[in-house]
């Protein structure tokens, strides 16, 4: 059984970073591969980022890659996602995911003004 708590999101202006954080209950959280997505007004849920249980593997979107980097801290059952250069349409609310067992948190608003 995981739960996942989402934190970090705000207002930011084009250009600029934010740090979010998703934190998790359960010892097993090294297990599972680990996601984010995002969810614009009006907007299908769309993937963003991707790391396995190991850390090893990361994916990401094309939209975010070079900007977004994924990362994790099995030991404090927490994913990042480190977002730079961000743009007015990086605005959605952003969810982490647990795979294989489809569990998500309830999300965080990242608003990006131009």
């Known amino acids: 059984q995981v739960q996942l708590v989402e934190s970090g999101g705000g207002l930011v202006q084009a250009g600029g970073s934010l740090r979010l954080s998703c934190v998790a209950s359960?010892?097993?959280?090294?297990?599972?591969?680990m996601d984010w997505f995002r969810q614009a007004p009006g907007k299908e849920r769309e993937f963003v980022a991707s790391i396995s249980w190991s850390g090893g593997t990361t994916t990401y979107a094309d939209s975010v890659k070079g900007r977004f980097s994924i990362s994790r801290v099995n030991a404090k059952n927490t994913v990042f996602l480190q977002m730079n250069s961000l743009k007015p349409e990086d605005t959605a609310v952003y969810y982490c995911?647990?795979?294989?067992?489809?569990?998500w948190g309830q999300g965080t608003q990242v608003t990006v003004s131009s």
């Open positions: 359960g010892r097993a959280f090294s297990s599972y591969g």
């Open positions: 995911y647990a795979r294989a067992i489809g569990t």
